[in-house]
C-alpha cells in the first residue's frame, strides 16, 4: 500500500508539473502568437477552465505529499518528501497571493472590457507562473529521489 502511494503521488505530481510547463512554455506562446484578439480571449478561457481544475491539482498533490511524508517517516528518503511538501506549500501560497489574483481579472476579461495595461498584468501573471514552475519541478524532482 505504501509503495501505491509513493507511486501514485509521483505521478499526480509529475502530471501537474507537465501541465504547468505546457502552458508557460508553449501555450501562453502560441496564444500570444494568435492575431487580433484572440490571443486574449485564449487567455481568459484558459483562466477560466484551469482555475477551475488547478487548486484541486495543487492541494491534492500536498495532500498526498503529506500523506506519504507522515506514512513512509521511518522509511529512507522522508527527510526529501518533507521537503517536496514545503515546496508544494510555497507554490499553493504563491498561487493564492500571486498569481490567482491577476487570474481572476484575466479570466472576465473581454477586448471591451479589459484594462489598458492588460498585457502587462498576464506578464507579471507569467513571471510568476515561471518561478512557481521552477518550484514544483524541484518538488517534483525530490518526490523522485525518495523513490529511490
Known sequence: MFNTLEVVTTVVVGLMVGVEFSVAFLMNRILDALPEDSGQLGHAHGGRMLGALMPFWYIGSLVLSAVWAVAGWQHPG???VVAAAGLLIVSVV???LLLVPINNRNKAWT???????????LHRWER???VRVAVIIAAF????????
Open 141 to 148: 524532482t525530490l518526490l523522485v529521489a525518495a523513490l529511490a
Open 111 to 121: 477586448p471591451e472590457n479589459r484594462p489598458a495595461d492588460w498585457k502587462e498584468q
Open 94 to 96: 504563491m498561487s493564492m
Open 128 to 130: 510568476y507562473h515561471y
Open 78 to 80: 522522508a527527510g526529501l
